[in-house]
């Protein structure tokens, strides 16, 4: 049943898509032929659960605002976004206050495409358009924001979610949902050794010695290593920066996503380490 969905629901995007001049020739002959390339777009139905996407055509510039202009050209959910790279090629995509993801009145769903409460709404737009930009485009780690920069925080979910990190899809948020609520600093157990492919991170001497929260690590891979204190955040326990890295502590799982420099990636406690 899910498989005759799956494949009515395609033709009736692709027969809409074609309508709105997503994949016609007309839109393709008013722009240069070296700017429009094949560009998949994604559509993620099943949240939280990790399946692959829904695939479908579209041509259209590498760009956030043309994939995300195609999204809603396809859905008739208002994709209102800007974007930026920076110099290590991470992508933050800005969402606007017009667009669906905040104002319900900016939905015109494609028939068979509702969704009956936010929630659902919500994830499905936020996980089409990270698969889409990630797949499309190739980028390794895709931010959110809003409001022009602000955190994302989208207190219409149950529970409220925010997104200090990069994204990682409904999947991950859905099954540490208990981690929304911000803990105490003494909580948050940075302590011990963790690995991952690109080295071991070690972290020593969490605590608050007068000017705030803090912890002293050591990263190194067999070729390079690095070191250097941290600063928590005084607002959020489970986040810290060291430039160029800022380390994103996951309660559930016990697992620090670090972002920027040499030692880059998801690392996992390999030690049974307490504060």
Known sequence: MKKIFALLLALALLLGFAACGGIGKDKTETTTAAALVPRPLYLVMD???????????????????????????????????????DENGAITIDWSANSSLFDGEA????????????????????DSLCRTIVRSIGVQELFYTMDGGKELVLENLSPPVFFPG????????????????????????????????????????YNDKGMGWSFHFTFSNGEIEDEGTAAV?????????????????NMWDETIVVTGGDFAGTYRRTDDAVG
């Open 233 to 249: 955040d005084p607002k959020d326990p489970r986040q810290a920066e060291y430039v160029p890295y800022v380390f994103n502590f």
């Open 107 to 126: 939905a015109e769903p494609v028939e068979g495409l509702e969704f009956y409460d936010y929630d659902g709404m919500a994830w499905f737009m936020l």
């Open 47 to 85: 949240i939280g659960w990790g399946d692959g996407p829904e695939e479908y055509p579209f041509e259209g510039e590498a760009t956030v605002e043309s994939l995300a202009a195609g999204l809603t050209a396809m859905t008739g959910y208002a994709f209102t976004v800007t974007s930026n790279t």
């Open 166 to 205: 990069p994204y990682m899809l409904s999947e991950y948020y859905l099954n540490n949902a208990f981690n929304y609520e911000i803990p105490e600093h003494a909580d948050v157990n940075w302590w011990g050794e963790y690995g991952c492919e690109a080295g071991i991170l070690n972290i020593v001497n």
